[in-house]
């Protein structure tokens, strides 16, 4: 199969999701007819709405604002962490940093944010727990990929008379960067996630908030409205993160 | 001549896979080292490319340390030691990267070689696209853009098929003939010896010892027995 026709499939079959989705919560609210689940055409008013006039807009900014930093911080972090660990000729260094990774990984981290509160103020307490909880996903997925090719790879660089600049530039980066890649967009995907968690606490800006002061005032409409904003952000950044990635990987795909 | 001195080499100080190991090879032939697997081929060809170092004793290549050769030598690892990010035409040129040379020079002597081995619509594939035998002609044409003196073969012959077989077999005997290098060769598989070799080496037992064959007595017979680790 050709991979425009297998693309054009992709689309139709996601559609035909998002339609059988809409059209199955449709049936349910009017079957259960609560004010905890609005119709999907009573939320997509509600959504249009509060999109045009400029609410969504200003607090997607905040949020995206938020993770965008927090991912920053955390993708450099990881990737060095990842390289350490995979390219550190001294065996000590590569198993202590990787016990550290594995010891700490499995900590639920949002259960930290109270206690970030004491360290950093209010924004930063917020941008690190998110920096914290995508610092995992990143550095694991670059283990896993950059362990993927032989160390020869990276011997041949200095047989070839290069350096370790050299060997940085054309095997540790190339090598890591589908671990990179693919970090990110899961990294991307919890961030998500935990912005209403890191949204719900003493701040009043963020989409995270929104859910939050919507669920507060029991305004479901606008609560979900909220929710589909940031499924819409999330499928678009996953989207986009996976077109990047087939463009920077020609070489895996 | 290329000589290894006394030399020492274990990976954990206690399992010595050479103690007083001694060899020397001939400049300008194709020099061939016969062993089972496991028993240090790679490693020699490791020692010698200054990929690692001796415990102790020295190697001499032409009267320089390995280290003093590197981007001189051609070291060709028994698996696919191409880039996989790289295109094959990136590949090639890597070696003259390395040296900073004029991005014009690279292009015009990576074409050169594709030329010379066959290998031009490979140029703009990356490697998961190419054959075993074709990854081999990738990495001998890297190695020979770089100008080496001398080329360190891993197991040429593995992984490819008997369609290029011949091919790789001629082109070597090619390269002897055409230019001024060394090739060192190690092998398991005694046809790839006996075809190639202008001398032949066996490898065995732990620590490894290395018997230079006489040319009288390259044969199969005689090389199985030596092989199997029977003195004759």
Redesign the interface.
């Known amino acids: 199969m050709s991979n425009s026709i297998k693309a054009n499939t992709n689309i139709l079959y996601g559609l035909l999701s998002v339609i059988s989705i809409i059209l199955l919560w449709q049936f349910i609210s009017i079957i259960v007819k609560k004010s905890y689940l609005p119709s999907f055409t009573e939320v997509a008013e509600k959504f249009l709405e509060n999109l045009l006039n400029g609410v969504f807009i200003e607090n997607l900014i905040i949020s995206l604002t938020r993770i965008i930093v927090a991912m920053l911080i955390s993708l450099i972090l990881g990737f060095f962490t990842g390289v350490l660990i995979v390219w550190s000729r001294v065996s000590f260094t590569s198993n202590f940093i990787k016990m550290i990774v594995f010891i700490t990984y499995p900590i639920p981290h949002v259960a930290l944010l109270p206690i970030l509160f004491y360290f950093f103020d209010i924004e930063w307490s917020k941008i690190i727990l998110i920096m914290i909880i995508t610092f995992y996903p990143t550095t694991l997925s670059i283990i896993e990929w950059s362990s993927r ?2 160390r ?2 990276g ?8 350096n370790k600049l ?1 060997l940085f530039k ?2 540790i980066f ?2 890591s ?1 589908p671990g990179i890649l693919t970090g990110v967009r899961i990294s991307f995907n919890t961030a998500y996630a935990v912005i209403f968690i890191a949204e719900s606490l003493a701040v009043s800006n963020g989409l995270g908030y929104l859910i939050h002061y919507y669920w507060q005032i029991l305004d479901f409409k606008s609560m979900y409205s909220a929710i589909m904003m940031l499924s819409i952000l999330g499928l678009s950044t996953y989207l986009a993160l996976v077109y990047l990635e087939r463009k920077l ?4 795909y | 001549m290329i000589i290894v001195d006394n030399v020492d080499f274990s990976y954990d100080k206690k399992n010595y896979i050479f103690k007083d190991l001694k060899v020397a090879f001939y400049p300008y032939k194709i020099s061939v080292i016969l062993g089972p697997n496991g028993v240090g081929k790679t490693t020699l060809l ?1 020692l010698i ?3 690692l170092a001796p415990i102790r004793g020295e190697i001499r290549i032409f009267g320089k340390k390995p280290v003093e050769l ?4 051609g ?1 060709i ?1 028994q ?1 696919n ?1 191409l ?5 094959v035409r990136e590949n090639i040129a ?2 003259l990267k ?2 900073r040379e004029d991005p014009s020079k690279i292009s015009e002597a990576v074409n050169t070689v594709a030329n010379k081995l066959g290998i031009k619509e490979l140029l703009d594939k ?3 696209q190419l054959s075993g035998g074709e990854i081999q002609k990738v990495q001998l044409a890297r190695a020979l853009v ?1 100008g080496s003196d001398l080329f360190l073969l891993d197991e040429p012959l593995s992984m490819i098929d008997i369609d290029y077989r011949e091919e790789i077999i001629n082109l070597l005997k090619e390269v002897i003939s055409t230019t001024k290098s060394t090739i060192i060769i190690v092998t398991h598989n005694i046809e790839d010896a006996l075809e190639l070799s202008d001398k032949t080496y066996v490898m065995r037992n732990r620590p490894a010892e290395i018997i230079e064959v006489k040319k009288d007595l390259v044969n199969r017979d005689y090389l199985q027995k030596l092989y199997r680790g029977l003195n004759v």
Do not use: H, N, Q
């Open positions: 090719f032989p020869e790879l011997e041949l660089i200095f047989v070839m008379g290069g050299d054309y095997v190339p090598s960067l990987l020609k070489w895996l | 490791k490319a200054g990929i590197r981007g001189k030598i070291y690892p698996l030691g880039y996989p990010w790289m295109k890597l070696p390395l040296r990356y490697p998961k770089a």
